[in-house]
Nanobody
Framework: HVQLVESGGRLVQAGGSLRLSCVASGWSQCMGWFRQVSGKEREGIASIFSSSGSTFYADSVKGRFTISQDAAKTTVYLQMNALKPEDTAMYYC????????????????WGQGTQVTVS
């Protein structure tokens, strides 16, 4: 069972940028991020295949957010630009070993989350 620890969430002004990081205790086929606002369904926003580097994004963040990994493929980053108030949520780092689910931004295990607030 992979342990995931996120960091980087904070309060930021609209239009600003933020980079989230997540360190995993092991390698996974797919790493990604989803977000959730209290009382609402989670929204998968980005994923990356560890072997090929292929990336997938939700329409809501495409062109603004970029997912990447370090060389060891155990740290995943989410660069968030042009942030909007509607991006405010708890952001969770997650993993998935079924590549089909990965492309659909569906994840199996996740960390504790890091709060992003856009004012």
């Amino acid at each position: 069972h992979v342990q995931l620890v996120e960091s980087g969430g904070r309060l930021v002004q609209a239009g600003g940028s933020l980079r989230l990081s997540c360190v995993a205790s092991g390698w996974s086929q797919c790493m990604g991020w989803f977000r959730q606002v209290s009382g609402k369904e989670r929204e998968g926003i980005a994923s990356i295949f560890s072997s090929s580097g292929s990336t997938f994004y939700a329409d809501s963040v495409k062109g603004r957010f970029t997912i990447s990994q370090d060389a060891a493929k155990t740290t995943v980053y989410l660069q968030m630009n042009a942030l909007k108030p509607e991006d405010t949520a708890m952001y969770y780092c997650a993993v998935q070993n079924a590549l089909g689910r990965c492309t659909r931004l569906e994840f199996g295990s996740w960390g504790q989350g890091t709060q992003v607030t856009v004012s």
